[in-house]
């Protein structure tokens, strides 16, 4: 499947504006400041993209007023006073049910600014019951599935919303095509930049090509924003729906959302540099596999240390390690012939199992789950060599043969385990599929392809080739500054 991956910076808006203004710069020069820092961190977990697109991007611009314009001259947006209570942290207006009993916004801890202006409605209300109804005839529209109710019953009480703010309170931002007194407000603004990312009104091959989106992938926190207010102004622009919301739960700091206005923010470069890690991969596999989706993830120094320890030194990479090391010690580092044509066919259906199982809970965007699986095989794959002890096999004559056929049967468990876990730690499974002597690279490897009995009958290793694909954290041998 070819994929287009859009992300990016929502650079508009009144907080951006104010924080510009804290530190004598301008909004733009704070915004390139920002978006750089925030490619560079993609970067440091081998991150990449398609798109970086930026909310200030001059054909993002365009496409914003194209929308607002539309909708209005459809008779969609309308002109009207408004009173209500804005959260500058979440650039939005509350209700009163939806504030904590001492009346604060309740992920950004702040008091909400009474404000009373004369804005621009897009007429959501329109749309409510089309909504209603795609919700309840797609199950996969928003996933995961607990959330569904949450939108269904925000979605009952949502009325028509504010899409432009007055340019006495917010001047940053773009500009109401043919009203000079207004800005364009968020809802409009930075959700549109989905259809700005993949060419629309630019580059219609791609446009016809990415969209609808397969998934928005966004923090629960964004979803009534994506499920609510984006799909009833797709609607009211009579463009395809995406097919599915994702909204995903926090990462969390002592049970607290992370968020520079509550000073707790835990940044990659902050792991990377604590730990003295060599690559991202501990990092991306902790972030990726600490907890479902549909759960907040909360994050500790500790924590992670046990957890990429535990799966990845003594579990992972302590499996292939020391089998290797046997097959060098009991077979010179080679795979014979009779090992490969009797595999033990309960560890290779096993196998064949979880790759099924994993290609199933990745089209369901379920990365908790996969690792599950596939560390439920690692698991099996140790235990089986305790069982058979090739240790013990390899001192009798008679049972070599066996010895060298337990050895192969772990072996290839570590070369499915090497592309089952590629997507979560792309260095260590390169690694692993180095060490078993592998041609190509494991990145070119397709999930759907695998199958058993792919590792050769030659030498595949020598003692000098042995090496850990992932030191502990607390080893004296971990980390970039111990190696040098």
Not at 413 to 438: D, F, G
Request: aromatic letters at 10%.
């Amino acid at each position: 499947m070819e994929v287009f991956f859009l992300t990016g910076t929502d650079e508009h808006g009144s907080k951006i504006e104010k924080t510009a203004s804290s530190k004598d710069i301008s909004p733009k020069e704070f915004c390139d400041l920002m978006s750089d820092k925030f490619k560079e961190e993609w970067k440091k977990l081998y991150l990449s993209n398609d798109r970086f697109i930026r909310t200030t991007d001059e054909d993002h611009r365009t496409v914003v007023q194209h929308v607002f314009k539309t909708l209005l001259e459809k008779g969609d947006i309308y002109k009207a006073a408004y009173a209500g209570l804005y959260c500058n942290g979440c650039e939005g207006f509350l209700s009163e049910r939806e504030l904590t009993e001492d009346g604060l916004c309740p992920d950004h801890r702040t008091k909400p600014q009474e404000v009373q202006e004369e804005n621009y409605f897009f007429r959501l209300t329109k749309y409510k019951e089309q909504l209603k109804q795609h919700i309840l005839a797609n199950p996969n529209f928003i996933l995961p599935e607990t959330r569904v109710n949450e939108v269904l019953n925000q979605l009952e009480n949502t009325e028509d919303i504010s899409v432009s703010r007055s340019k006495e309170s917010v001047t940053w931002g773009i500009p109401v095509p043919g009203d000079e007194s207004q800005i364009i407000y968020v809802w409009i603004d930075a959700l549109s930049n989905y259809l700005t990312g993949v060419g629309y009104l630019y580059n219609n091959d791609l446009f016809d090509k990415f969209w609808p989106a397969n998934v928005h992938m966004i923090g629960k926190d964004i979803l009534k924003f994506h499920s609510i207010y984006w799909i009833t102004i797709l609607m009211a622009m009579e463009l395809p729906l995406p097919k599915t919301i994702l909204g995903h739960g926090w990462i969390t700091v002592d049970e607290s959302k992370m968020g520079k206005s509550l000073g707790n923010v835990v940044s990659a470069d902050y792991i990377i540099n604590e730990f003295k890690l060599d690559n991202p991969d501990p990092v991306r596999y902790y972030l990726s596999t600490n907890t479902s989706f549909s759960r907040d993830a909360n994050y500790s120094d500790e924590e992670f240390k046990n957890k990429v320890n535990a799966d990845l030194a003594n579990n992972l990479g302590n499996l292939l390690n020391r089998t290797l090391s046997m097959l060098v010690k009991y077979n010179d580092g080679i795979i014979i012939p009779e090992a490969i044509t009797s595999p033990d066919h309960e560890i290779a259906k096993l196998a064949d199992e979880t790759k099924k199982a994993v290609i199933e809970n990745f089209n369901k965007y379920q990365l908790f789950e996969a690792n599950e699986t596939i560390f439920k095989l690692i698991d099996r794959a140790n235990a089986y060599i305790n069982e058979e002890a090739p240790w013990t096999l390899a001192k009798n004559p008679e049972t070599q043969t066996r010895c060298a056929q337990v050895l192969y049967n772990v072996l290839e468990v570590c070369r499915y385990a090497s592309i089952l876990l590629y997507p979560y730690i792309p260095n260590i499974t390169q690694l692993m599929w180095e060490q078993l002597s592998m041609e190509g690279n494991v990145a070119d490897q397709k999930l759907s392809a695998l199958n058993w009995s792919e590792l050769k009958s030659r030498k595949i290793t020598s003692k000098d080739q042995i090496k850990p694909v992932f030191l502990r954290l607390d080893s004296e041998l971990a980390g970039i500054q111990k190696k040098k």
